[in-house]
């Protein structure tokens, strides 16, 4: 049955999805990885070994006692060398923990499959897992499982969108892993006591849709959909909208309209988590980019380095002029090679300067394509007109805080304004003001 709800505005962007066939290919250990303290959003994780310290695959290295954070594990077996800031994939210096490896890869002596009997245990283990959104955003899981106490959730939201183009770690997963997403979803239902899942995909995607719908379809709880193919599909108001016919208000969460949305490698690793008790140590990325000699979707130990991963794929046909993390409308340009993998880590992509330099400015000539594009129902030019005039204080009215970066409206600008930019810029202003406010 067709989808009565269609989000306003997104674009259609190439698909690109050029390693949709590649089956997952496993890394070899690397010789050292770097592993950040910061892999989510929230508070950093502060150390919990030394140099000189040995360590196992699945040991806590790193933890905090704020509640919206998550424990980090060791993705290796060996010796620390260094505990200290280090280059991190945003440009800046993160506290991280460097470790060479031995090659035994074994496995820390404390891990077991947790002991789950009711909804406490189960979150306690999701956030002992050291769970994060697996399909970017990078939120801790157990954190997002435990709305507060007034948000009745009657709706878990299935994430297999992968709207953006490039990334292909989801798809796999559906179709590699798809009796593993199915047994997550119903942890989730049966231990948080939601009553049904709706998983959502892509048509662009008709196999994977095919068997995850095989796959679920004992479980009357659980649906699956297909969505018409448009970026920025799978960002959670739009996919809520789409799936559900429910609207998050300005500066609201899926939440306070019943749902909560799981990506489907989340869901999966939790299945997996319940099943070994082995943390999150490792996660499928994609590597592409019309500068890589051999993309490919490889399982990697978090805290690869990107040029490790661009080497285990071929290494490049020539000099890239522009590295992403992420896709090429969400994704950040990296300053060097020597950054990690972290835990919401999809895709990492090389460009050539055609198509990876950002085009000149020309004068808005007032189309109103980007109000068009705008998943948000923002007006992005006016947006962009107040940052640059730097009248932070008005920006609260235009709501730039509902912004979700997807680029859209960048995309479809004639004029090529560099309009995300200047929104992050100023979000960052106007958050910075509340802060000061308050
Ligand atoms: S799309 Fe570009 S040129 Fe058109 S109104 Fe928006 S900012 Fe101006
Ligand atoms: S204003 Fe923000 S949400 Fe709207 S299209 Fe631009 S980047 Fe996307």
């Known amino acids: 049955m067709p989808l009565k709800w269609v989000f306003h505005g997104g674009v259609s962007a190439p698909h690109r999805k050029n390693t949709a066939e590649s089956e997952t290919s496993v890394l070899d250990i690397p010789e050292k990885v770097v592993i950040p303290m910061v892999q989510h959003i929230g508070a950093p994780c502060t150390p919990t070994v030394k140099p000189g310290d040995t360590v196992k695959v699945g040991q ?23 505990v200290e800031p280090m280059l991190f994939a945003g440009g800046n210096l993160v506290m991280s923990v460097e470790i060479k490896t031995d090659g035994k890869q074994e496995v820390y002596e404390g891990i077991s499959p947790p002991e789950i009997k009711n909804r406490e245990d189960f979150l306690k283990a999701v956030r002992s897992s050291g769970l994060v959104g697996l399909g970017g955003a990078g939120f801790p899981t157990h954190v997002k499982l435990n709305p507060p106490k007034d948000k009745v959730i009657d709706c878990l939201i299935v994430n297999g969108a992968e709207c953006e183009p490039y990334i292909t770690s989801d798809y796999r997963e559906m179709l590699e892993n798809p009796d593993g997403i199915i047994e997550g979803i119903k942890l989730v239902l049966d231990y948080l ?14 196999k994977a849709y095919k068997l995850l719908k095989e796959k679920a379809q004992n479980d009357n709880r659980i649906s699956v959909q297909s969505l018409r ?22 500066g609201k969460l899926p939440a306070d309209v019943g749902c909560v949305v799981l990506n ?25 980019g019309p500068v890589v000699n051999q993309p490919k979707n490889v399982l990697a130990p978090i805290g690869t380095s990107l040029q490790t991963l661009f080497d285990f794929c ?40 055609k198509e990876g330099d950002l085009p000149s400015e020309w004068p808005c000539i007032r189309c109103g394509r980007c109000v068009e594009a705008c998943p948000m129902n923002l007006l992005p030019l006016e947006i962009n007109r107040l940052v ?20 859209s409206c960048s995309y479809s600008c004639p004029s090529k304004r560099h309009l995300v930019q200047s929104i992050r810029i100023g979000k960052d202003a106007v958050r910075r003001l509340k802060v000061n406010r308050n």
């Open 314 to 353: 071929g290494g490049f046909k020539s000099t890239p002029y522009k590295v992403l993390m992420g896709g090429p409308m969400m994704g950040i340009a990296q300053y060097s090679l020597e950054t990690s993998v972290i835990k919401n880590t999809n895709a990492i992509l090389a460009f050539d300067k």
């Open 193 to 206: 006591s939601i009553p049904k899942a709706i998983m959502g995909i892509e048509d662009n995607k008709p």
């Open 388 to 407: 640059l005039a730097n009248k932070i204080d008005e920006l609260e009215r235009y709501h730039i805080l509902d912004c979700i970066e997807c680029g």
């Open 229 to 250: 193919s448009r970026y920025p599909q799978g960002a959670e108001k739009t996919l809520v909208y789409a799936l559900t016919g429910r609207k998050i208000p300005s």
């Open 60 to 82: 806590k290295i790193g933890d905090s006692e704020a509640y919206v954070s998550a424990p980090i594990h060791s993705s290796v077996s060996g010796t620390v060398t260094r």
């Open 264 to 288: 489907v490698n989340t869901v999966a690793f939790i299945a997996s988590y319940v099943k070994t008790g082995m943390p999150l140590v490792q996660r499928r990325v994609t590597v592409d």
